[in-house]
């Protein structure tokens, strides 16, 4: 079974600086796509950024040129470099695992997910 653990959240001032960090063990295989996503209270889970193992990357517009997401070297790793913190950035952080088995045409993918980490941004 494969499994997500994140570190890194915390409290910061705004205009400040967190590094989010998420291994996933369990699987012998490379994942397909890792990312971020995040839930403020009373609002839906939102992507905040995600890449794939051949280095395509897509963030929300609302991160863009703060928030740097990257792979690790080690096998299914992934980061989040999160600069310029506003207080809506405030949510808990949950970091995703996809892997995909079978053929092209008949291709299933896995989602995996961490437990998230607490990030609040005061102002």
């Known amino acids: 079974q494969v499994q997500l653990v994140e570190s890194g959240g915390g409290l910061v001032q705004a205009g400040g600086s967190l590094r989010l960090s998420c291994a996933a063990s369990?699987?012998?295989?490379?994942?397909?796509?890792m990312g971020w996503y995040r839930q403020a209270p009373g609002k839906q889970r939102e992507l905040v950024a995600d890449?794939?193992?051949?280095?395509?990357?897509n963030y929300a517009d609302s991160v863009k040129g703060r928030f740097t997401i990257s792979r690790g070297n080690a096998k299914n790793t992934v980061y989040l470099q999160m600069n310029s913190l506003k207080p809506e950035d405030t949510a808990v952080y949950y970091c995703?695992?996809?892997?995909?088995?079978?053929?092209?045409?008949?291709?299933?993918?896995?989602?995996?997910w961490g437990q998230g980490t607490q990030v609040t941004v005061s102002s």
């Open positions: 890449i794939t193992s051949g280095g395509m990357i």
């Open positions: 995703k695992a996809v892997f995909t088995r079978g053929p092209v045409e008949k291709v299933v993918a896995y989602d995996y």
């Open positions: 369990g699987s012998r295989f490379s994942a397909d796509a």
